[in-house]
């Protein structure tokens, strides 16, 4: 894991000190709300709907158990006790108080935290892979690309005040599990000829024009990684309309020019930069690369004979270990999933109990580091299988170890109307009902996997585009309406999802989500995934289920019942 040298602190004890005296002054009345808005932002400060909400910057979704205990302190003395981990990687506080944020970023920078650009019209918190580093399809570590491009873009002058802001993310594996296709610059690490490079997509995401990344370059080699992306955003900086907040992304200005001729202009701006100063050397990636080191593994067997007597005397266990726990590349390790997705709970949200757990968990038996999933969940990337068995009763134990990763029951959510002031409709509310709805576990494992994506508004936080089956919320009339879409996908295959037909009330979505199910159920082939099914048949057969009248709904669900009894 990446450490921070003096540099990186005397950066962030100097922003801490400038926003202390930027809020002093606005607090003084010296400095309007518009002149303070874009400085709070910079800082990761939104005024939401009960109090200001500060997103803190986890980079590239890792973090340390010392930080995971600083989180859950702050949480306690700042917030309400709990944070909510986002589809970007990063932590948002709900409750701070405005004229202690000074104070909690002071706290944050002893541990090498912040909040700088996770929000404004900057480069924002860059992603990657959750399971970099320890994925037996990997094609090269993405961690190391990814922390030069957060030292590249932090505080980067020509790009401090883009026309909006903008998102990169890198996948270093051959299963896209960074959502790259859906960021305005997706990098995909691939190899020619030995050399190690990146296939760049431009002008992915989501919102309220969701859209899927075109190539604009089908090889980079990766020393000429930030002078070609300096080209892009020169490009964007420089075209992109700053007089329409909606048209603003650099989706709109590829669609805009074609790909064609936006790459052209990439590449012509690049003849400036390329083989420049900023062209990336052997040492320098060796120097970043140095602090992604494998950890001192030991000599394991493939399989523990204790782990697979447990698998086999202990169902509730290894129906976790089936959905939460994932194969290493080293031998005799393995990568678990702690899900943050319990009934009752907002997805994503964590106590500061449950981040001590995390953090004490992450000490004993994965080196110390922790990762954030852009699903939401937590992942203990280097676990000995001879202890998975401890892990699961304590992460049970926690309500960390609900074994649903993958399933209907780990559905995204972004915080929507309940917190958000840009939100038509709330998403927690409705997630929860769902859930509740689908509570059995053996029904979820017979439904198989399925992504259910939910989001409060056409900001489409919670990925709602990109979900087998998405939820929007929209106002109609001053109530709370949803938008389903059917289709979805990311990954290699990223696709935008289509409208089902017209928007239901809030009560009525979760009985749409189990007549979709029950139509799945009836209609699949063997070993067909839900979004296999959706892709043979069409929206059709989905369409017309969904919109059943009552007395069929109630059909169904005895049915359910007397299946699963």
């Known amino acids: 894991m990446y450490r921070y040298d003096s540099i990186d602190r005397s950066i962030v004890a100097a922003r801490v000190a400038q926003f202390r005296d930027q809020t002093r002054r606005y607090l003084a009345g010296k400095l309007s709300e518009d002149e303070f808005r874009p400085l709070r932002l910079q800082n990761g400060l939104y005024v939401e709907k009960h109090s200001p909400m500060l997103r803190i910057a986890i980079p590239y979704g890792q973090i340390n158990a010392t930080q995971l205990e600083k989180l859950a302190d702050i949480t306690r003395r700042y917030d309400r006790g709990y944070g909510h981990f986002t589809t970007r990687q990063n932590i948002q506080l709900n409750w701070v108080k405005l004229p202690e944020v000074p104070e909690l970023l002071a706290e944050l920078a002893e541990v090498d935290m912040h909040a700088i650009q996770t929000s404004g ?3 924002r918190n860059v992603t990657t892979d959750h399971y970099a580093g320890v994925a037996a399809d990997e094609i090269a570590d993405p961690r190391p690309y990814a922390e030069i491009l957060r030292q590249w873009s932090t505080l980067h002058p020509e790009f401090a005040f883009l026309p909006r802001k903008f998102k990169i993310a890198v996948s270093g594996s051959s299963e896209d599990r960074a959502a790259i296709r859906v960021h305005d610059v997706g990098l995909q690490i691939a190899k020619r000829d030995g050399q190690i490079g990146f296939q760049v997509f431009v002008g992915g995401g989501l919102g309220r024009t ?176 001879r202890e998975l068995y401890t892990v699961w009763h304590l992460a049970r134990a926690a309500g960390l170890a609900t074994p649903t990763v993958g399933l209907l029951a780990d559905l995204i959510t972004c915080p929507g109307g309940d917190f958000c002031e840009l939100a038509n409709a709330r998403s927690i509310p409705v997630a929860e009902a769902i859930r509740q709805r689908f509570d059995d576990l053996d029904y979820l494992h017979d439904i198989g996997e399925i992504e259910l994506n939910i989001s409060g508004c056409m900001n489409g936080c919670g990925h709602n585009a990109v979900g087998h089956i998405g939820i929007l919320g929209v106002e109609k009339r001053g109530e709370e309406w949803y938008q389903i879409t059917l289709g979805g996908r990311q990954g290699n295959a990223a696709t935008i999802g289509t409208a089902l037909g017209p928007a239901v009330p809030a009560a009525e979505v979760a009985d749409v989500v189990e007549r979709l199910i029950e139509a799945y159920l009836d209609l699949r082939h063997a070993d067909e995934r839900f979004i296999e099914t959706v892709a043979r048949l069409g929206h059709t057969p989905f369409r017309k289920a969904a919109y059943l009248q009552h007395r069929q709904v109630q059909s169904h669900q005895e049915n359910r019942r007397l299946r699963y009894a």
Request: glycine share 6%; proline share 6%; hydrophobic share 45%.
């Open 121 to 123: 019209s900057v480069i």
């Open 210 to 385: 969701p859209l899927i990344g075109e190539e604009v370059k089908a090889f980079l080699p990766w020393p000429h990684l930030l002078t070609y992306l300096e080209a892009v955003l020169r490009v964007y900086n420089r075209h992109g309309r700053r007089d329409n907040l909606y048209k603003a992304r650099i989706k709109i200005l590829v669609q805009a020019l074609g790909v064609g001729e936006f790459a052209r202009l990439v590449e012509a701006e690049w003849l400036h930069l390329k083989d420049g100063p900023q062209t990336l050397t052997e040492a320098e990636l060796a120097r970043v690369a140095a602090h992604f080191a494998p950890p001192e593994y030991e000599t394991l067997p493939a399989d523990d004979l204790c782990q697979l007597a447990f698998l086999r005397e202990d169902k509730p266990y290894a129906r976790w270990v089936e959905r939460n726990v994932r194969a290493h590349k080293v031998p005799g390790y393995a990568a678990v999933t702690l899900s943050l997705k319990n009934i009752g709970h907002a997805p994503g949200d964590a106590t500061a109990d449950q981040l001590e757990v995390v953090a004490d968990l992450a000490r004993r038996y994965s080196f110390g580091e922790v990762r954030v999933t852009h699903e939401q969940n937590l992942v203990l990337a280097d676990v000995p299988q």
